[in-house]
């Protein structure tokens, strides 16, 4: 049994590890919208429009209003669209970590046991 887990520990469970970067990310980009952030990055913030009226003045202050919403809604999307991008930098170097420890969680359970019976 303990042959199988080595074997299993050091060859489909640091494959299946290093296969995580992607389903994190994918999971990480599902949360967040990235997609549909990046495609909405210029929309109104929160569908907010302001129809003109029939004047001059009702139709410059709907233009503000409007432009305002715009510029709103593009600084939210972006800040998000930052954070997401952060986290996904710091997912893939966690996970990087984890791929490169991997192998010697093993190695350390028995230093841990030495370390304990000598100590």
């Known amino acids: 049994m303990l042959t199988a887990f080595f ?12 296969k995580g970067v992607s389903k994190r990310t994918a999971s990480l980009n599902a949360s967040l919208s990235t997609t549909s952030l990046l495609r909405t990055l210029f ?7 302001t129809y ?11 233009l503000a209003d409007n432009l305002f919403s715009r510029v709103v809604g593009f600084f939210v ?3 998000v669209l930052i954070a997401a991008g952060l986290m996904l930098v710091l997912v893939t170097l966690a996970t990087l970590i984890e791929t490169l420890v991997w192998p010697l969680l093993p190695l350390g359970i028995i230093v841990f046991i030495v370390l304990a019976v000598t100590g």
């Open 7 to 18: 074997k299993w520990w050091y060859g489909a469970g640091w494959v299946a590890v290093a």
């Open 43 to 49: 929309a109104p913030w929160r569908r907010i429009i």
């Open 52 to 62: 003109p009226g029939a004047g001059l003045d009702a139709k410059m202050r709907a």
């Open 77 to 79: 999307r972006l800040f």
